[in-house]
Nanobody, 120 residues
């Protein structure tokens, strides 16, 4: 059984920073791309950032220059460093990952989400 568990959310003032973590555990052969999404109240889910197994990254225009995605392959963990946070960054943040259960068997797994609230 594979699980993704996010942590690091919370309440922060505008201009502040948070670091989210998402750790994968279970019977894992390897992990491909890992991503962070968010869903704000009343809005569609949005892709925030992604990172390949070789650490190529991509970002939504709304977070470029403020957020940094990274990964530690030894720990099966992806991070999202969020700086200069704005009220519009308030959302539930989810990670997902392409998990290889075997060399030729891959499945997409999601975490349960962590709340980020940016407010004074």
């Amino acid at each position: 059984q594979v699980q993704l568990v996010e942590s690091g959310g919370g309440l922060v003032q505008p201009g502040g920073s948070l670091r989210l973590s998402c750790a994968a555990s279970g019977s894992i052969f390897s992990i491909g791309a890992m991503r962070w999404y968010r869903r704000a109240p009343g809005k569609e889910r949005e892709l925030v950032a992604g990172i390949t197994q070789s650490s190529n990254t991509w970002y939504a225009d709304s977070v470029k220059g403020r957020f940094t995605i990274s990964r530690d392959n030894a720990k099966n963990t992806v991070y999202l460093q969020m700086n200069s946070l704005k009220p519009e960054d308030t959302a539930v943040y989810y990670c997902n990952a392409d998990i290889f259960l075997m060399a030729s068997q891959v499945r997409l797994y999601w975490g349960q989400g962590t709340q980020v609230t940016v407010s004074s």
